[in-house]
């Protein structure tokens, strides 16, 4: 069974930073892309970041500059550095890893999301 557990969110002011983290568990054959996705009240759920297993990275145009995403594969995590955060970045991060045998064949997991606030 494959969890992705993520940790990291919490309340910060406008200008501070978060660091979030998610590892996946289990078994399966390769993690290739990690990233983070983000639902806003209200709103439809977004890409934030993504990185595959080559270190190839995008972002949402809303955090580029912003925020880094990277990864450790040797154990399976990635982590997303969040700087400048404004009250528009609050949501809820979602943690996803395309996992499988191969890069073709993979199916998405996700986390149980963590709440981000910014707020003053």
């Known amino acids: 069974q494959v969890q992705l557990v993520e940790s990291g969110g919490g309340l910060v002011q406008p200008g501070g930073s978060l660091r979030l983290s998610c590892a996946a568990s289990g078994t399966f054959f390769s993690a290739y892309i990690m990233g983070w996705y983000r639902q806003a009240p209200g709103k439809q759920r977004e890409l934030v970041a993504g990185?595959?297993?080559?270190?190839?990275?995008a972002y949402a145009g809303s955090v580029k500059g912003r925020f880094t995403i990277a990864r450790e594969n040797a154990k399976n995590t990635v982590f997303l550095q969040m700087n400048s955060l404004k009250p528009e970045d609050t949501a809820v991060y979602y943690c996803?890893?395309?996992?499988?045998?191969?890069?073709?064949?993979?199916?998405?997991?996700w986390g149980q999301g963590t709440q981000v606030t910014v707020s003053s």
């Open positions: 996803y890893a395309n996992l499988g045998p191969g890069p073709s064949s993979t199916i998405r997991y």
């Open positions: 990185i595959s297993s080559g270190d190839n990275i």
